[in-house]
């Protein structure tokens, strides 16, 4: 089992970065896909980002390609996602999570274990 906290949310003026941090407990996390998914007020949880376990494979929603990177480093137990070019439109929670699957997934249902969730807002 592993658990996860996000930070690096916050406020920031559109056209602005952020960068979120995910930490991972347990000895585990390289061998977990990790994702990061978004929760607008009133929407679904969305799928944003997800890596594989080595970090050589990437997927990114089409909203947030080439603004947005998501890592991992696998010594640190913690997965990343730079956030460049926000929009309004990226207000979110963002959340962090894990798979067990062995290739990177856009499917909520499947991730095992999820982050409490970090509040990004963006200001027009």
């Known amino acids: 089992q592993v658990q996860l906290v996000e930070s690096g949310g916050g406020l920031v003026q559109a056209g602005g970065s952020l960068r979120l941090s995910c930490a991972a407990s347990g000895p585990t996390f390289s061998r977990y896909v990790m994702g990061w998914f978004r929760q607008a007020p009133g929407k679904e949880r969305e799928f944003a980002a997800a890596i594989n376990w080595s970090g050589g494979s990437l997927s990114y929603a089409d909203s947030v390609k080439g603004r947005f990177t998501i890592s991992r480093d696998n010594a640190k137990n913690t997965l990343y996602l730079q956030m460049n070019s926000l929009k309004p439109e990226d207000t979110a929670v963002y959340y962090c999570?894990?798979?067990?699957?062995?290739?990177?997934?856009?499917?909520?249902?499947?991730?095992?274990?999820w982050g409490q969730g970090t509040q990004v807002t963006v200001s027009s």
């Open positions: 999570a894990a798979s067990n699957r062995l290739y990177s997934d856009s499917n909520t249902e499947s991730y095992n274990y």
